[in-house]
């Protein structure tokens, strides 16, 4: 493992989905919020699915899908080593070490036709800002997972897009800030849906999931999305449910 999570005293232990996943995950690094939940609940699965997780970190969303729907195989991507390791221990610490590769590399570095065509699903929760426009963390391991460094969002739809079959599906959470990018990233892909995380009723969203199927035509839907919080800042039923391991319909 790298040297920011090289002991025990350096990760946690933490319950995902209302206790149904265990994550240890670096103390002082990147930790895991609601985003990783929500976009593993957004991603429509079916037995047999095979899933490529880009840039995994400690296997927040492959756990969630392998949660829901124990039938998938999954290959995860994952360049820091301390957290491609963390991936693959969490992995077998929730029963699933045999459905599930972690790969330790840079998206960027990867072979032109790595598996090309060879999966039906890609989930990513990508870095979320160019390096220019970021104020990093002093912590390593929180500068990492949210800045763009070698490969843009480009990089990481168009290598999405390879690993895809045609009408495989990419599913993605990030910034509304960065839509535009993405959209102009995901050329090539049609089915495209938009569904804001909105904090409360009435407020700006900040996050959004996409999703968008390969090789298909249909266009561009803007959905209702969901909205996370109450009057009472508590959960909303809906927003509830989705991060103790309910789907969310992204069709609605």
Avoid at 186 to 210: K, M, N, Q, S, T
Avoid at 233 to 239: F, I, L, M, Q, V
């Amino acid at each position: 493992m790298s040297s920011s999570i090289a002991t025990e005293d350096a990760v946690t232990e933490d319950a995902l989905l209302g206790g149904r996943v265990r994550l240890r995950q670096p103390r002082d690094g990147y930790r895991v919020a609601v985003d990783p939940v929500l976009l593993a609940a957004a991603v429509p699965l079916r037995a047999g699915d095979r899933v490529l997780d880009l840039g995994c970190g400690a296997g927040a969303v492959f756990l969630c899908l392998l949660a829901r729907e124990p039938a998938l195989t999954v290959t995860a991507v994952e360049r820091d080593p301390g957290m491609a390791g963390l991936a693959r221990a969490n992995a077998g610490l929730n029963g699933c070490g045999d459905s599930v590769e972690v790969v330790q590399a840079d998206v960027a570095a990867l072979p032109v036709d790595w598996r090309d065509g060879g999966f039906d699903q890609a989930v990513s929760n990508p870095p979320f800002l160019p390096a220019e426009r970021a104020d990093p963390s002093p912590l390593p391991g929180r500068a990492a997972a949210g800045i763009e460094d070698g490969s843009d969002l480009g990089a990481w739809v168009a290598r999405a897009g390879r690993c895809l079959r045609h009408k495989g599906r990419l599913t993605m959470v990030h910034r509304v800030d960065r839509l535009g990018d993405l959209l102009a990233a995901l050329d090539g892909f049609g089915e495209v849906v938009v569904y804001p995380l909105w904090p409360r009723a009435g407020r700006d969203a900040r996050r959004l999931i996409v999703t968008a199927r390969k090789g298909v035509r249909t266009p561009l839907r803007l959905a209702a999305g969901l909205v996370l919080h109450g009057d009472d800042g508590g959960y909303t039923k809906a927003a509830d449910a989705a991060l103790r391991g309910a789907g969310l319909d992204l069709s609605s």
